[in-house]
């Protein structure tokens, strides 16, 4: 199905409906950078058993629109679509998962919109959030951007799929790195360029919402690879600060752990939600 944002913006959204009774509150998937709706597939295909489950295309992603007005991208926007498929399902709260930036996303979305989620599960989030890593990570995000336009998609897929967070996949699933990178060799290259530029480079320091994330008492799993340093050490961060966080550190596990370890993390986001009643 397709909805409409309130920029006019249409985002292709998948809805698996799931039992008649369900188990708990239905789960909202969001995507990182490098995948697209599909990157939720072992996850939907366990939890579609027992819950209702929403995936999405961000907005820049095919079959979403893609605005090209550097405007219409940010991480304000980010979160915004994601309540804007909630409201278009008549989905007053549900379980909001996300992975790197849909990890940022999601954790933003329990910040503004704590009354739409009952719990967050935020997973690979941190690139770029150390205040001593942020200007690198934002050139290398304004670099990438760059060659997006020039480029194209399939040259930055054998570049950025390939990165050392992404190498465990590989080596744990061929098959499945492969898969991942022909979604990333698909990536509409102005859609990226501008997600890159307007919701990558230009996100706030998680560092500097600690503040605020200290307030936010919406039950969060944290989840990280313990061969992911820059998600790691800004999780270790976000635990120590948020008042209702449970940690997972997976061993030998890059930036992709739903699809490195789908069997661990979906029995680890069974356990949360079933020890926080939801």
């Avoid at 996300?98 to 989620?117: E, V």
């Avoid at 690139?127 to 399939?154: H, I, N, Q, T, V």
């Amino acid at each position: 199905m397709r909805i409409t944002t309130d920029d006019g913006v249409g985002l292709a959204v998948y809805d698996h409906p799931g039992p008649e009774e369900p188990a708990g509150a239905p789960i909202l998937f969001v995507h990182e950078f490098g995948g697209d709706h599909r990157s939720w597939d072992p996850q939907v295909r366990h939890f579609a058993a027992s819950r209702r489950c929403v995936t999405y295309d961000a907005r820049g992603y095919p079959d979403s629109d893609v605005p090209t007005d550097p405007a219409a991208y940010s991480q304000r926007r980010a979160v915004a679509d994601a309540v804007a498929v909630l409201d278009a399902l008549e989905l007053d709260r549900a379980v909001v998962v996300g992975n790197s930036m849909g990890g940022f996303a999601t954790l933003h979305l329990g910040l503004t919109h704590p009354d739409r989620a009952v719990a967050l599960v935020v997973a690979g989030c941190g690139y770029g959030a150390a205040p001593e890593r942020a200007e690198a990570f934002r050139a290398d995000a304004l670099a990438l951007a760059d060659a997006y336009e020039r480029d194209g998609s399939e040259a930055v897929a054998r570049d950025y799929g390939n990165r050392p967070a992404r190498q465990p996949l590989r080596r744990r699933d061929p098959a499945g790195h492969a898969g991942h990178l022909r979604i990333l060799a698909e990536h509409d290259p102005v859609g990226a360029a501008l997600t890159m530029r307007g919701v990558q480079a230009a996100r706030p320091s998680l560092f500097d919402l600690r503040e605020d994330i200290a307030a936010m008492t919406v039950p969060t799993l944290l989840l990280a690879g313990d061969t992911d340093p820059e998600a790691l050490d800004a999780t270790l961060m976000l635990r120590a600060t948020l008042p209702d966080a449970g940690l997972a550190v997976l061993p030998r596990t890059g930036h992709l752990a739903n699809l490195e370890l789908p069997g661990v993390v979906n029995g680890l986001i069974e356990e949360f939600l079933a020890t926080s009643g939801r």
